[in-house]
Structures are given as structure tokens and as C-alpha cells.
């Protein structure tokens, strides 16, 4: 990748970073205090700081899936899916968040990060229907809520604990349904892939293509997640937590590439 490239895009993942924690912020002040007015302010100054950054991240499209689920987050929908009023200040913060973390795990993928300008079409739902072990399926789909639902609780140890059991599934799945013998490398590991340790899982999947190069970003606390003692580990940080998630969400995407 160019490198003035590779620098834009640094430059939006941290910018992306600090609305996401801008409106983690904003979310906690208008659940506590929804008519305050100082938090309402500072939330459409927010809001529109996110929609700069959203139209430059859709090359100012308005067709773009990004530049469409901005929009969309500012809308109540009826049952029969027509727009019928505004959502509420702290549900259009939720929504906007969710969009911020869409578009964080697309320019992180390693090599596409660049198309996040360049396609009109929404990625698909978070789901797990990529995964060929019917049984895992819904357990992933619960610790995937559980996950989310950690972080936004300020529970980052469990949050990261958790995307991190979730990609060490979905990646041990995809492993087994290549096959042992497809994944021999020289001097790798032999033995069943259950019995290899999570680093060497992810090492493997991304020298066969299973994966590409997302995992670069994943927390070295992340790594050995299953690894360290609970006396032993040092505390989990937001960023920490919050890359975890969004490494998880890439590799769901490498694994289920039309989602």
C-alpha cells in the first residue's frame, strides 16, 4: 500500500476513534440527563463532526452504505418500515455509534481500506451463517450481544475476553473445514487444530488465505487472552476492548466475504 495512503488512513482510523469515544461519552450524559442542555449542544456538535467525516469516507455520495446509514440513524421506522419521525438524542447517538464502527472496520481491513469509499452496497447484518458448525452458531450469535453489551457496560476485561473467544471460534471452524492435511506447513504444527494454541490459529489461517492481515491490530493482551491468570493480568483499557471488537468484526468479514 502507498504510503500517503497508509497515512490517511491511520489518520481516519484515530479520528474515528475519538468520535467513537466522543459519543460513548455523549450516550452515558443523555441516558443519565436527557434535557440537559450543555450534553444536547455538545451532541450536535458531534453529530455534525460525524457527518464531515462520514461524507469523506463516501467520497460524498449520497448513495454510498455508509453516507445511507448515517442518515437512516436519525429516523424512527413503523412496522412496515416507513420513516415516521426523529429518534431520540441518546438512540440516534447508539445508531451513529454503530455506524462509526461499521466504517472503523472497514478501513481497517488491510487491504481494502481504500473501498470504503468506492462501494455503494451495505455490508450485511452482524450474523454467523458463514460458520459450517451448525451448533456453534447460535453461541456465537449470544456472545457476540454479550460482547457488545459488555463494553457498552464498561466491562472491557470481559468485552475483550469475549470478542477474542468468539474470533478464536469462527477461525478454528474455518480451519476444520479446510482440513488438516490442506493446512500442513513446513515446520507447523501436525496435531488436530483444537490442540494448537490461539496465536499459532491465527498465524495459520492468514499464511493460507483463510484471513487476511487484520489480526495485526489485536491487543497483545488480546493474544494471550486465555492464556494469563486472573491475579496476573493487567487491567483491559477501552482502546483495548474496542480493538478486539473491531479485529473480530474484519475476520467476520474475511470469513463471509459477501456479508
Not at 26 to 55: F, H, Y
Amino acid at each position: 500500500m502507498d504510503e500517503s495512503l497508509r497515512a490517511q488512513i491511520e489518520t481516519y482510523l484515530s479520528h474515528l476513534d475519538g468520535l467513537i469515544r466522543r459519543g460513548c461519552q455523549l450516550r452515558e450524559m443523555l441516558a443519565t440527563n436527557p434535557s440537559d442542555k450543555s450534553a444536547i449542544a455538545a451532541t450536535r456538535a458531534w453529530q455534525e463532526d460525524c457527518g464531515v467525516t462520514i461524507n469523506q469516507l463516501s467520497g460524498g455520495s449520497k448513495a454510498h452504505w455508509l453516507a445511507r446509514s448515517f442518515s437512516e440513524a436519525f429516523l424512527m421506522r413503523s412496522e412496515a418500515g416507513s420513516a415516521v419521525e426523529r429518534a431520540s438524542p441518546v438512540d440516534i447517538v447508539k445508531r451513529l455509534l454503530d455506524v462509526l464502527e461499521q466504517a472503523l472496520a472497514s478501513l481497517s481491513q488491510k487491504d481494502e481500506g481504500p473501498v470504503i469509499s468506492a462501494s455503494s452496497e451495505a455490508p450485511a447484518p452482524h450474523r454467523f451463517d458463514f460458520v459450517r458448525n451448525p451448533t456453534l452458531r447460535p453461541v456465537v450469535e449470544r456472545a457476540y450481544a454479550d460482547s457488545r453489551r459488555a463494553f457498552e457496560q464498561g466491562d472491557y476485561d470481559l468485552a475483550l475476553r469475549t470478542s477474542c473467544g468468539i474470533l478464536e471460534a469462527i477461525v478454528t471452524d474455518a480451519l476444520e473445514h479446510k482440513g488438516i492435511s490442506a493446512l500442513a506447513v513446513a515446520d507447523g504444527p501436525t496435531e488436530k487444530v483444537a490442540d494448537w494454541s490461539f496465536e499459532t490459529r491465527l498465524a495459520v489461517a492468514e499464511s493460507k488465505g483463510i484471513i487476511r492481515g487484520g489480526c495485526a491490530r489485536l491487543p497483545a493482551m488480546a493474544r494471550t487472552y486465555r492464556d494469563d491468570g486472573e491475579n496476573d493480568r493487567t487491567a483491559v483499557s477501552e482502546r483495548d476492548a474496542r480493538l478486539a471488537g473491531q479485529v473480530l468484526r474484519v475476520v467476520m468479514r474475511d470469513l463471509d466475504p459477501g456479508r
